[in-house]
């Protein structure tokens, strides 16, 4: 399934989209997608470990770390996503470092083959993206963007105009992870972003209260990583935790 079509469905339902990120190759990541999907997960983001990642906290960190001592590698990766046999969307979130190794039109096919619909590269600046948004319009997969709260001008229009899918949207300055609070600023990149792409805010959500806020503020769906990885992380009654903590979050986005 496209992402549009599901942006579609939910628009005409009046739902917002819950995207559920976890990282692949921590734990039983099959048992983990079925629950997060039987909770009610729109989306499914599915992290690609890479050493370095950038844009994370310490919590999907410590997520990446696990995968990559279990053995997670990008072969394994599309491997397992072949087999996953979820009727959502399915979205890649990794670095460009292991796109540029792999091969970009390489990479681009095997998410293709994989079913996976969309594409996040978090250090991959619009103006460098050019190769990859060809391959993955040439074989119909969506360049998914990040908007900061710093984002503004010609950078942002930039991106509003090569960005599909969804616009990813930065709630705070700084690393992914849960928070007690919405930023003021999710507010303001909602006012200030214009489009009429989907727009998704992540960074920060991790309960049904924070993401019926920020839908209410005009988001089209929310993000949520870390609390679903905390979970993991405990290694206590995972998949049901995994399924009752997206089911909280999908009911508030009604």
Known sequence: MRISEKFGELKDKKEGALIAYVCAGDGDTVGIVHSLVRGGADIVELGLPFSDPVADGPTIQASIQRALDAGMNPDTYFDMVKGLGVNVPLVVMTYYNLIFKRGLERFVTDC??????????????PEESGELAGYCEQHDVDLIFLVAPTTKGDRLEDILKRGTGFLYLVSRLGVTGARADIAL?????????????????????????????????????????????????????????????????KSSLG
Do not use: M, N
């Not at 009429?196 to 990583?225: H, L, W, Y």
């Open 112 to 125: 293709r083959d994989s079913e996976i619909t969309g594409i996040i590269v978090p250090d991959l600046p």
């Open 185 to 249: 600023s999710t507010k303001e990149v909602l006012d200030r972003v214009k489009t009429d792409k989907p727009r998704a805010v992540g960074f920060g959500i991790s309960s049904g209260e924070q993401a019926a806020e920020v839908v209410k503020s005009g988001a089209d769906g929310v993000i949520v990583g870390s609390a679903f990885v905390d979970i993991i992380a405990s290694g206590q009654d995972i998949t049901q935790r995994l399924e009752e903590l997206a089911r909280e979050i």
